[in-house]
Every structure is written in structure tokens, then in C-alpha cells.
């Protein structure tokens, strides 16, 4: 009875699209545009993410968040690091124009508090999608602070809009243990009033950061919103 409930849920559940455009924008990034004709007309505020099934013949969901949204056309833009060996990695690698893609959403993943005090951002590669969305929907006006972390030069995630982050470089360290975010927080020199605070990416990091804001200055809970993408050892973490 199990494969009948799988595909019910499939048909009901599931949207259908399609890879239009694949490209790499760093030696471990890759752009995945999709057509979704179920999204035409469709309004997505900044900082979503879809789940795809990477499983042709089951249903495994992996996580990607979405860059850029075309209502008009009903395209997402996909950008999914390359990195270690599981089935998601693996998808990402070996996508190509034509395939055939079901998915669930689009659902929110952090949202913009308007007219804040100021803004607040930090997060690895994994982060760096969903921050780059929000940052383009922030007035010209609005004052950003913050750090955006990657492994080493030529790694960094193109973008030419206002509000553009600053990178920083870990090296060979990884991202569950490097320290190089939360010391670059540490140097901030933050306004005495609370802003919003916006920490995404590898959970450790984003627990570290959230733990200074709040002991070390004294930031109030709600001002500080914290998406764990991953973390090692755990699956499933999104």
C-alpha cells in the first residue's frame, strides 16, 4: 500500500516543472533556472525556498532557496552548492536543460520586518541565496550590516545590487567549526538600540552568533530571526 500513497501524494501535493537554463557561477555554485507554469501570476515575497524530489521512482526532498522569481513566466532561479556526496549533491551535478523536476511550494523562509531600525545579516554560502533576495527588496535607504562567509576567493556569490555584504574567507576550516563569522560579528559596531537580526546557514554558527547577540547585547528574542540550513551529521535539516 505504500508506492499507491506515495503517488497520491505526489499528484496532489507536487508541482511540475521543468530546467530551462543551467549554469555554474563558481567552481562549487551552480544556477538552475525551472519553468513552473503552476507559478505564473503568482506573488513570492523575497527569501523563499522549494523542496525538490530528487527521486525519480520515490520521493526524496532536498532544500534549494530561490534567487530571483519571474511571475510573469513562472521561472525560479535555483542556486544549489556542490559539495560533499549525498543524493542532493548529486542531483545538483547532474541536472540538465529538459529534466523533468516535481517540487513542493514555495514557502517562506525568513521574512523582512519593514522600516526596521536597521538590518542585521550573517550566513556561509548556504545563507548567501536567501540573503542576497532579501537584501535586493530592501529600500535604498535602509542601513545593513553584516558579513557573508565563504571558503576562499573566487568563491564568492555574484551579486551587483545595493546593500552588498562584505565577504569573508575561512580557508581549509569548515563551516560547523570555523570561528571566522561570529569573530567578524564580534567586530561590529552595533547601534546601542536592537536592529533585526537575520542568521542563516550552518546551525552551530547560526546558534553562536544568536547566543552573543542575546547575552553579550542584550538583544530582545523577537529582534533575531535564525533559519539552520544544515548541520553536519544531521539529514533532513531545512
Not at 531600525?117 to 550573517?122: K, M, N, S, T
Request: proline fraction near 8%; glycine fraction near 6%; charge should be positive.
Amino acid at each position: 500500500m505504500i508506492q499507491p500513497l506515495v503517488q497520491t501524494a505526489r499528484r496532489i501535493l507536487l508541482r511540475l516543472g521543468s530546467v530551462i537554463d543551467v549554469q555554474d557561477l563558481t567552481p562549487r555554485m551552480r544556477h538552475i533556472r525551472l519553468s513552473v507554469p503552476s507559478l505564473i501570476s503568482s506573488q513570492l515575497p523575497p527569501s523563499q525556498h522549494v523542496r525538490i524530489n530528487i527521486k525519480a521512482d520515490g520521493l526524496t526532498l532536498r532544500t534549494y532557496s530561490i534567487r530571483r522569481f519571474n511571475s510573469e513566466d513562472g521561472t525560479i532561479d535555483l542556486y544549489a552548492l556542490l559539495h560533499g556526496k549525498g543524493p542532493g549533491n548529486r542531483w545538483a551535478s547532474n541536472v540538465r536543460i529538459g529534466d523533468q523536476v516535481e517540487l513542493l511550494g514555495p514557502k517562506s523562509t525568513l521574512a523582512i520586518v519593514p522600516e526596521a531600525p536597521y538590518y542585521l545579516f550573517a550566513g556561509e554560502e548556504t545563507a548567501a541565496v536567501a540573503i542576497h533576495s532579501m537584501l535586493e527588496a530592501l529600500p535604498e535607504q535602509a542601513t545593513v550590516m553584516g558579513y557573508l562567509e565563504t571558503t576562499q576567493p573566487g568563491e564568492e556569490i555574484p551579486y551587483t545590487s545595493a546593500h552588498a555584504l562584505p565577504w569573508l574567507y575561512r580557508n581549509d576550516a569548515p563551516a560547523a567549526t570555523s570561528a571566522t563569522l561570529i569573530e567578524a560579528i564580534r567586530t561590529l559596531t552595533l547601534p546601542d538600540t536592537p536592529g533585526v537580526a537575520y542568521l542563516a546557514g550552518e546551525a552551530r554558527t547560526c546558534q553562536a552568533i544568536r547566543a552573543y547577540l542575546l547575552k553579550e547585547k542584550n538583544w530582545p528574542r523577537t529582534a533575531i530571526r535564525v533559519k539552520p540550513f544544515w548541520t553536519p551529521g544531521k539529514t533532513g535539516l531545512d
